[in-house]
């Protein structure tokens, strides 16, 4: 890469080889000087004498001004020695670390906390202090709890199970009737089908509308359980009422006497529940020998 002082030097080398002296006129002016009169020798006599005057002023400014190239010369030089010595990849200089406090260095180490050996026993070892479970306020229930069942009627409400006349060797239809003289609020029937022998359910149906009830089916503790729970906001307008639960069976007469239903209910601020059972074969042969 060439520096401004090298390219100074190869300007001046050009000028200089450049430079061709012109002989002809150089010959010319001596021809005239050797045949000049005695006035044109006086008057180079006089430019004689000014020209040591002028060649003085033209050395002084040629002076000056070789002064002022040489003086711009040696800056580039020294700008480019000054670059060249710039090391590539100067040192960062780091800040020294601050000098700690007295307060800092004057303070004893803190100790870690022994770890338990080997022989320590779970009783021996730290245990932090439980924090007491606070105890859960009780909810007040939004219905009061209903009353254990006497029997098939209570107050405004009554009941009777039943086994549907078109019941046959292979499916039954057992019925719930409820009867009520106020208008109910809250209504659960509970059927239990008692498992007789292959018991398994094929569909329900109330004469109530159907939206306004939520109906389960289940097996539970050898029963076919069949659930109708009166949805929140709906009530049951007082009239008679019929839920049914049907079910295929072994073949043969089944015998109906182990299922039962029960009803809870509320009317107004009531609470109302009542049960009962289905009758059973031999309470059926009776009934057939009386009507008889």
């Known amino acids: 890469m060439r520096t401004p002082h090298d390219e100074l030097r190869a300007g001046l080398r050009e000028a200089a080889e450049a430079y061709e002296p012109d002989r002809a006129r150089i010959l010319a002016r001596v ?51 000054k670059n060249d010595e710039t090391p590539a990849d100067p040192t960062v200089s780091v800040s020294p ?15 870690p906390a022994p770890e338990p050996s080997q022989g320590d026993t779970e009783d021996e070892k ?3 202090t439980p924090t007491p479970t606070p105890t859960p306020t009780p909810k007040a229930s939004n219905t009061a709890p209903a009353p254990a069942a006497k029997g098939v009627e209570d107050g405004p409400l009554w009941s009777d199970g039943s086994i549907d006349p078109h019941s046959n060797d292979f499916w039954a239809q057992s019925n719930v009737t409820i ?62 009422w019929v839920f049914a639960g049907q079910y295929d069976h072994t073949r043969g007469g089944r015998d109906a006497k182990d299922d039962t239903y029960t009803v809870t209910a509320r009317a107004g601020s009531e609470q109302l529940a009542v049960k009962g059972d289905f009758a059973g074969q031999d309470d059926k042969d009776k009934s057939d020998e009386g009507d008889s």
């Open 126 to 128: 730290p245990r932090s």
């Open 179 to 240: 009867k009520t003289t106020e208008r109910l609020t809250a209504l659960t029937v509970e059927l239990k089908v008692a498992d007789t022998g292959g018991v398994t359910s094929t569909g329900a149906w109330r004469s109530a509308p159907e939206d306004d009830f939520e109906l389960t089916v289940a097996q539970r503790d050898g029963f076919l359980v069949y659930t109708w729970v009166l949805k929140e906001g709906r009530t049951v307008l007082p009239g008679e």
């Open 31 to 81: 021809e005239r000087g050797m045949a000049a009169g005695p006035e044109e020798k006086r008057r180079s006599r006089r430019r004689a004498a000014r020209t040591p005057l002028l060649a003085w002023a033209r050395v002084a400014g040629a002076t000056a001004a070789v002064s002022g190239i040489l003086a711009m010369g040696g800056y580039a030089l020294a700008s480019v020695v």
């Open 97 to 111: 670390l601050p000098t700690p406090s007295p307060d800092a260095t004057s303070r004893a180490p803190v100790q």
